[in-house]
């Protein structure tokens, strides 16, 4: 099987380096290109795939091709290259709310999974949602499914209107998690710690409550409580997050992000 990655951004790039170091493809039948020429020097300095600058010197030769473009460059892309394409390929977008309607249309093809990683994949600990279309086989989705498991945990969701409110949890989450610690590590400093303590405060913080989350059953209210006295600290901090109302307000985040997908994916729906 050869794979050909399209983007090599923070995802294309993170796929592809997931997929070598998982040895479930020979080298040369991982492919990759990007449209940038500095980003396309950086790749070839990686010997394990092999780089291309032409859609045509790869995208007929894949069986599965990633696309990991922005979606504001998903027309232009599915534009060049669906007379390269050809009936059996099959295409997995990683990209935010463009729909597998818009993209059988843009390609002029049947076999597409639609799918949203988050950016911990980096680290082997991605949280990939997908769903594909009627054409792809019970056997070609196991194939797509070990790909994407190379990344971290892969979830098979029903619609793409699952995809899209995933999106607002996983897909954007680990920002969500980057705001709460920026403000956390604002709040250190002003507290007087030093640039490196405050990391190592809000980082060991972040991790171990993290890793407790995972070591039960418990929901993180029922480990809220434990880490609460009555009449303490914890307590004090938590009622200050009640009267701003800052759990609605995230919820309120998570369905704008849902949202923005769902927009997302009329913008590009028609070229
Ligand atoms: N970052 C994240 O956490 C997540 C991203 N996604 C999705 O992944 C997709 C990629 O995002 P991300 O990796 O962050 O974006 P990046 O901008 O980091 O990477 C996209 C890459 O694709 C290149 N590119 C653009 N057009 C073409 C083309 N026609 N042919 C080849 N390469 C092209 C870009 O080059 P240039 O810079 O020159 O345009 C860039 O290098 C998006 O659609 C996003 O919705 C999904 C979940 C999480
Ligand atoms: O912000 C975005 O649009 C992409 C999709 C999910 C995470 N990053």
């Known amino acids: 099987m ?16 997931a997929i070598a170091n998982s040895k479930f493809l020979k080298d040369k039948d991982l492919m990759i290109l990007d449209n940038s020429k500095e980003k396309t020097e950086e790749l070839r300095k990686r010997s394990h795939f092999a780089v291309f600058e032409k859609l045509e010197d790869c995208v007929p030769a894949a069986d599965v091709i990633f696309i990991a473009v922005k979606p504001y460059h998903a027309n232009a892309l599915m534009e060049t290259m669906k007379d390269l394409t050809s009936e059996g390929q099959i295409f997995i977008s990683l990209m ?27 680290v082997g600990k991605g949280l990939t949602s997908f769903t594909a279309s009627d054409e792809v086989s019970r056997l070609e989705l196991s194939t797509i499914e070990n790909l994407l498991d190379t990344t971290g945990r892969s979830v098979r969701l029903d619609t793409e209107n699952d995809i899209d409110a995933s999106t607002g949890i996983s897909g954007s989450g680990p920002a969500y998690i980057f705001y709460f610690m920026q403000s956390m590590l604002e709040a250190a400093l002003k507290m007087g710690f030093s640039k ?4 190592v405060l809000v980082e060991q913080t972040f991790a171990g409550a993290v890793e407790l989350f995972s070591s039960s059953d418990l929901d993180p209210e029922a480990w809220m409580n434990r880490v609460a006295s009555k009449g303490g600290t ?22 704008a992000a849902f949202n923005r997908a769902v927009e997302l994916g009329k913008e590009y729906q028609n070229g």
């Open 2 to 17: 050869k794979v050909l990655v399209i983007g090599g951004g923070n995802m294309g790039l993170t796929y592809a380096e």
């Open 96 to 122: 935010a709310g463009v729909t597998i309607a818009a993209i059988q249309e843009g390609l002029n093809r049947k076999k597409v999974v639609r799918a949203m990683p988050n950016l911990p994949a980096q």
């Open 196 to 199: 490196h303590d405050s990391r």
């Open 234 to 255: 914890t307590r004090a901090a938590l009622d200050s997050m009640d009267d701003n109302n800052v759990k609605e307000m995230i919820k309120e985040a998570a369905y």
